[in-house]
């Protein structure tokens, strides 16, 4: 079992940056897959990034490649998402999840969900 929290949202101008901060907590944070999704109103999930256990291997949605970065840190139990050149259309609730099947882009291969930070960003 493992337990996330995300923190670091906010409201942001258009070409501005954020970083978000996902906090683990149980056992073995270090043998789990970490994920960011987001989900805008009336919109479904959306993959937003992926890293393995090991932190050796990132994967990315299409449209986010260049601007924002998956990291982690096994050893204080967090993951970061560094998210640069924002558009109003990033705009949406980010979520941390956990998994075992990899760095998917499939949220159903996530066992694990944080309650979500708010990102905001004004044109």
């Known amino acids: 079992q493992v337990q996330v929290v995300e923190s670091g949202g906010g409201l942001v101008q258009a070409g501005g940056s954020l970083r978000l901060s996902c906090a683990a907590s149980?056992?073995?944070?270090?043998?789990?897959?970490m994920a960011w999704f987001r989900q805008a109103p009336g919109k479904r999930r959306e993959f937003v990034a992926a890293i393995n256990w090991s932190g050796g291997n990132t994967h990315y949605g299409d449209s986010l490649l260049g601007r924002f970065t998956i990291s982690r840190d096994n050893a204080k139990n967090t993951v970061s998402l560094q998210m640069n050149s924002l558009k109003p259309e990033d705009t949406a609730v980010y979520y941390c999840a956990a998994g075992s099947f990899g760095p998917t882009w499939h949220d159903y291969d996530y066992n694990y969900w944080g309650p979500g930070t708010q990102v905001t960003v004004s044109s």
């Open positions: 149980g056992r073995s944070f270090s043998s789990y897959d």
